[in-house]
């Protein structure tokens, strides 16, 4: 750009002015300061006006350059919210947040998890998963409640039709054990065991209440098992005696695959003997209740 020479020293040697520079220098002498001077920004301005006036390619350049610093606002972010979401939501959430409390506790363990960690596996954010759960302590003792308690209180097993009880009975226990003796699960209940002295109450309650629930379930299965065969009359089934009975057969049963499973590093070994270890085992319940030891 040309230099202006009406914003130049007074003693330059005068020159014929353009109209353009004319109207630009009256333009710009009501913004001369104390000092007479023209900050810089207002002598670009105005050279960028001779120059687009005058058509030339540098103030097509500058009009272009003035048009793009235009830019538009930013729109608004919107707002992040925490805590509680929508009731209908709310489940889902949780679910979420135990299975990835779940995965990161067994491949973490209790010391080595944290909640920054298990809130990227389950998407959401710290401030979400506090106002569910007071401290990770609260967070380990809802998945093992849930993993554990709340999975045997769930189990539905169809009712098998075999020719015999015996056959039923089998059939019942065999599903029952492939069912509990998941990896998972296993893996939790050997983490919970390891974690008892920093949580005795954990322990203590989820033994005695998984103990409880377990009951619970056999009586169901017995009782439906039952309900249409001759060992419905024998003592052992009668509904003052049925929680008796049916916590003999869990602990001839179920226990002992239960406790060999807390040790087994592969539970698909273990998993092959399920069927023959119920063969076995069902035979001696029955001949035990027909014969009135069950007591």
């Known amino acids: 750009m040309r230099p202006l020479l009406l914003l130049g020293d007074a003693s330059a040697t005068p020159r014929k002015e353009?109209?353009?520079?004319?109207?630009?220098?009256?333009?710009?002498?009501?913004?001369?300061?104390?000092?007479?001077?023209?900050?810089?920004?207002?002598?670009?301005?105005?050279?960028?006006?001779?120059d687009a006036q005058r058509g030339s390619k540098h103030g097509r350049v500058a009009m272009k350059t003035s048009r793009l610093l235009k830019r538009k606002p930013a729109p608004k972010r919107a707002k992040v919210r925490f805590g509680r979401p929508p009731k209908e939501l709310a489940g889902e959430v949780d679910t979420r947040i135990l299975d990835a409390a779940r995965k990161v506790f067994l491949e973490r363990g209790f010391e080595g998890a944290s909640i920054d960690e298990i809130a990227d596996v389950a998407r959401a954010g710290k401030p979400t998963i506090y106002a569910r759960f007071r401290d990770k302590r609260a967070l380990f003792t809802a998945?093992?409640?849930?993993?554990?308690?709340?999975?045997?209180?769930e189990f539905r097993a169809t009712?098998?039709?075999?020719?015999?009880?015996?056959?039923?009975?089998?059939?019942?226990?065999?599903?029952?054990?492939?069912?509990?003796?998941?990896?998972?699960?296993i893996a939790l209940m050997r983490l919970a065991i390891a974690e008892s002295r920093r949580f005795p109450d954990l322990a203590s309650t989820v033994g005695r209440t998984a103990r409880d629930l377990s009951t619970e379930l056999g009586v169901r299965?017995?009782?439906?098992?039952?309900?249409?065969?001759?060992?419905?009359?024998?003592p052992a089934f009668?509904?003052?005696?049925?929680?008796?009975?049916?916590?003999?057969?869990?602990?001839?049963?179920?226990?002992?695959?239960?406790?060999?499973?807390l040790f087994e590093v592969d539970l698909?070994?273990?998993?092959?003997?399920?069927?023959?270890?119920?063969?076995?085992?069902?035979?001696?319940?029955?001949?035990?209740?027909?014969r009135g030891s069950m007591r």
């Open 159 to 185: 009712v098998p039709t075999g020719a015999t009880i015996e056959a039923r009975l089998i059939s019942a226990a065999s599903t029952l054990l492939h069912w509990g003796l998941d990896s998972e699960r």
């Open 18 to 50: 353009t109209a353009p520079f004319r109207f630009a220098g009256n333009q710009a002498k009501s913004f001369l300061n104390r000092n007479e001077t023209v900050s810089f920004s207002l002598n670009i301005t105005v050279a960028c006006i001779s």
């Open 143 to 153: 998945v093992v409640t849930r993993d554990i308690l709340s999975r045997i209180a």
């Open 268 to 290: 698909k070994t273990l998993d092959a003997e399920i069927d023959a270890h119920v063969a076995r085992s069902v035979p001696f319940f029955l001949a035990a209740c027909r």
């Open 221 to 234: 299965l017995l009782g439906e098992l039952t309900k249409s065969d001759e060992l419905r009359s024998l």
């Open 238 to 261: 009668a509904p003052k005696q049925l929680a008796t009975t049916a916590r003999f057969f869990l602990d001839l049963i179920a226990v002992p695959m239960l406790f060999r499973a």
